[in-house]
């Protein structure tokens, strides 16, 4: 399986350059990124939560995990919790499990970054399959996707 025709029209449409690349199978976002020798702090990984019952996609480095009490201060939500897969499942058809890629506007989910993905010139993020990643510029990321961004404290728990 390569890369779902979704997320490759959607980069190609908003003319976003990318490479995508294979690499042994992997499951974890940190084993991905050593995988696909990436440093850990510029692969993003897609974290889905439920926000008072909505779906939302939390976008951190591989290197960190999401605070669920602070994105819930940070969103002004009542309750924050991780989805489960029941949840997010059905929304993700043409990914396989855990592997869905860091747009969530392909899906009709609201995206929350944190600041440090930002800081990176390119990012890489699993591309729909735990065989497969993706490479852009954030640049192009963040003009594309228009996701909030949040500083650490925000919704960032520390390294894991």
Request: aromatic share 6%.
């Amino acid at each position: 399986m390569s890369i779902p025709q979704s997320l490759a029209r959607l980069l190609e449409d908003r003319k976003i350059p990318f490479t995508s690349e294979a690499h042994p199978e992997a499951f974890t976002a940190q084993q991905v990124a050593q995988a696909s020798h990436v440093p850990g702090r510029s692969f993003a990984k897609s974290v889905i939560v439920n926000v008072d019952g909505k779906i939302w996609m939390a976008v951190v480095p591989a290197t960190e995990r999401v605070d669920l009490r602070r994105m819930q201060a940070c969103l002004g939500a009542k309750k924050v919790r991780l989805a489960s897969e029941a949840e997010f499942a059905p929304l993700f058809s043409d990914c396989d499990i855990g592997a869905m890629p860091i747009f969530g506007s392909l899906y009709d989910i609201p995206v929350i970054v944190s600041h440090e993905i930002t800081e990176n010139a390119e990012i890489a993020f699993t591309a729909g399959t735990h065989r497969n990643i993706v490479r852009i510029r954030t640049s192009d990321y963040l003009a594309a996707e228009q996701p909030r961004v949040c500083e650490r404290e925000e919704i960032l728990a520390g390294t894991t």
